[in-house]
């Protein structure tokens, strides 16, 4: 333990406070203050390194401690935790689409990776931005000799008045006062701390930093353009598996009114074939057309629960949540024309931006290196502060500083012209495959718009079938009963009746699927 006039220092203390303050390179380098021959300290001396370290030690642990606490810090990236469905309120109840369509964008994770994406973009911008604003570094360098350094000698014991001495010498007989270097107390010609501080400017780079931020800036607004495709994508996604559901939930019930008819139909061949008027082969015909129906409810009850599975994935919920849906399968014209369809997605598919938007990108990079076949220029203001004391700033230190303007030019002029050749060659490959996708997405259009005709022509027909095999399967059933018809003619009427009630069923339902594909298409497609 070390004391003085007003201070008492622990060497343990001292050791841990300066732990905590800078780490081991700064426990090392306080010892060595303190290991010295300038002790005992006086007591303005202690006060002054007391409230210096002390007024160190607290900057560095609040600048540890928020560091510590942005590192811990994990990104927010969406809701925290997968609540249950029963938190959502929609386990046992029946979901309509655009709710199904609100909770998968709410909380599928793609959608999550979307938005940190753009944050991912948006910082790689703001990086580039930076590139226009002049760079400053801070250096601090310790540097210990095993032999003394003359020059510091010499600069040092010149650098303040306190660093001299006065004494009287005799000249002639008479006494003169001289001025002395105060060494080797005042200046240790073993150790040298150098603190440098440079800003460095760019001036000109020929486009090459400007042309750097067009990219990532346009990075950005791909990454924001992509965040609605993954979102139209997604809602398509919730139509399919939404209207996959309902397609096999109204398939199940044509199936169960096929089982029960045919459960009737079988009870009455049995009857007429215990009282010896049908024979065993209308009863057997019965039979294998009801397991065919049976067969058709398990098939119809498998594609429900793959719906509903693929429905509980989208909106990330147990996958044996028990929801529903609404059945909204009605019939309402879709209002596209053609050549309005065209229009509409010209001016609205969002991967029409995205790939202007990519051939862009490509001409900011060719145009970056094309910048490296000129020269760069910059300018550099450095500052230097010496001293042969670990605290540069105090009043004995000297001081240097410089201005420079610096010009670089690479002759590496045949690789950064093939370089700039590639990188023309690549941008004109992004515009002919811009070009090349609009006609993709026009033929998309085109056959989207046809299919979804084409169903609504089915819907018509399938209703006016479904009309007429319920009449030919009331006047089969009645033609039987009358004994004017055989058994069979029964059975097929009751086949084909429920085939085209299928048929139309699904027939809806597909129309709304297509009108959503065709949506999709275009780029119109809302939640």
Same mark, same amino acid.
Request: proline content about 3%; overall charge neutral.
């Given at each position: ?17 300066? #732990? ?26 202690? #006060? ?82 930076? +590139? ?30 306190? /660093? ?43 486009? /090459? ?32 598996? @939404? ?50 129906? #049976? ?10 629960? +793959?719906?509903?599975?693929?429905? *509980? ?64 220029? @910059? ?9 042969? +004391? ?19 030019? *690479? ?91 299928? +048929? ?24």
């Amino acid at each position: 333990m070390l004391e003085t006039g007003a201070l008492v220092l622990s060497w343990p203390v001292v050791g841990c406070a300066a #732990r905590q303050a800078a780490g081991m390179r700064g426990y090392v380098f306080l010892v060595t203050l303190f290991s010295e021959r300038r002790f005992p300290l006086r007591a303005d001396e202690c #006060r002054a390194y007391t409230g210096m370290w002390c007024g160190f030690a607290a900057c560095l642990l609040v600048l540890s401690l928020a560091f510590a606490e942005a590192l811990a810090q994990p990104p927010r990236c969406g809701p925290e935790g997968d609540p249950p469905a029963r938190i959502l309120g929609i386990e046992g109840r029946k979901l309509t689409l655009f709710q199904a369509i609100a909770i998968t964008l709410d909380r599928n994770r793609r959608m999550i990776t979307a938005d940190l994406t753009l944050r991912e973009r948006e910082s790689q911008r703001r990086s580039a931005y930076s +590139d226009f604003f002049p760079r400053f570094d801070i250096q601090y360098v310790a540097r210990a000799s095993k032999y003394e350094d003359p020059g510091a000698i010499y600069n040092f014991s010149r650098a303040h008045d306190a /660093r001299r001495g006065l004494s009287l010498v005799k000249e002639g007989g008479f006494f003169e006062s001289a001025v002395f270097s105060d060494y080797p107390y005042r200046i240790d010609p073993f150790r040298m701390f150098t603190l440098t501080a440079a800003l460095t400017q760019p001036v000109f780079t020929a486009g /090459r930093i400007l042309n750097q931020y067009k990219y990532a800036r346009l990075g950005v607004d791909f990454a924001a353009i992509q965040v609605e495709v993954d979102r139209q994508d997604l809602t398509l996604e919730v139509y399919e598996a @939404y209207y996959g559901m309902m397609r096999g939930q109204k398939l199940l019930e044509v199936a169960k009114q096929s089982v029960m008819a045919l459960e009737a139909l079988r009870n009455r061949a049995q009857a007429f074939y215990d009282a010896k008027q049908l024979p065993k082969l209308d009863v057997l015909s019965v039979e294998g057309q009801l397991s065919e129906a #049976r067969k058709r409810v398990t098939q119809s009850q498998v594609q429900i629960d +793959d719906g509903r599975e693929q429905l *509980n994935y989208l909106m990330r919920l147990p996958l044996d949540t028990q929801i529903d849906v609404v059945q909204d399968y009605e019939f309402r014209p879709a209002p596209y024309r053609v050549p309005e369809i065209f229009t509409l997605a010209a001016a609205n598919r969002l991967e029409l931006r995205q790939a202007n938007i990519s051939a862009q990108q490509a001409v900011a990079v060719a145009e970056a290196a094309k910048g490296a076949l000129w020269p760069s220029v @910059y300018l550099e203001v450095r500052g230097t502060r010496q001293n042969d +004391d670990w605290n540069v700033l105090d009043q004995e230190g000297i001081n240097e500083w410089s201005i420079t303007g610096a010009v670089q030019w *690479n002759f590496d002029m045949f690789r950064n012209r093939e370089t700039l050749q590639e990188r023309r060659a690549v941008a004109a490959r992004a515009w002919t495959e811009q070009e090349q996708l609009v006609d993709t997405v026009f033929r998309d259009v085109s056959r989207a718009y046809r299919k979804m005709k084409r169903t609504e022509s089915d819907i018509t027909q399938n209703r006016k079938a479904v009309e007429y095999r319920r009449e030919a399967f009331r006047v089969a059933k009645e033609r039987y009963n009358a004994m004017l018809s055989t058994y069979t003619e029964v059975l097929d009427a009751e086949r084909q009746l429920h085939q085209s009630l299928g +048929d139309y069923y699904e027939s809806l339902i597909d129309y709304r699927l297509d009108q959503a594909t065709l949506e999709r298409q275009m780029g119109v497609l809302r939640n």
